[in-house]
């Protein structure tokens, strides 16, 4: 088993910026993807961004531009960073870990237990 446990979210002004943190711990051996998805109301959760083992990354064109993903494989740990962040990012976000792939959420095989982040206007 994996345990996810994010950090960083909160409340910011549009055009501000956040930084959250996911970190893994137990059988972290297994996890090749990492990343976030997030869910607004009344939405279906959505792909943010993801990060493989090896460093490759996937964005929603929603972010791209605008947040940055990355991983410390030596503290088990991936970030967001979100710049220039617009009301429509308000959601909570879960962070996402997978043996394969996060992308489709389908082959998601563990999450965290997510973070709000609210962008006032």
């Known amino acids: 088993q994996v345990q996810l446990v994010e950090s960083g979210g909160g409340l910011v002004q549009a055009g501000g910026s956040l930084r959250l943190s996911c970190a893994a711990s137990?059988?972290?051996?297994?996890?090749?993807?990492m990343g976030w998805y997030r869910q607004a109301p009344g939405k279906q959760r959505e792909l943010v961004a993801g990060?493989?083992?090896?460093?490759?990354?996937i964005y929603a064109d929603s972010v791209k531009g605008r947040f940055t993903i990355s991983r410390d494989n030596a503290k088990n740990t991936v970030y967001l960073q979100m710049n220039s962040l617009k009301p429509e990012d308000t959601a909570v976000y879960y962070c996402?870990?997978?043996?394969?792939?996060?992308?489709?959420?389908?082959?998601?095989?563990?999450w965290g237990q997510g973070t709000q982040v609210t962008v006032s206007s």
């Open positions: 137990g059988n972290i051996f297994t996890i090749n993807a």
């Open positions: 996402a870990a997978s043996r394969i792939t996060i992308v489709p959420i389908s082959l998601v095989h563990y």
């Open positions: 990060i493989t083992k090896l460093g490759t990354t």
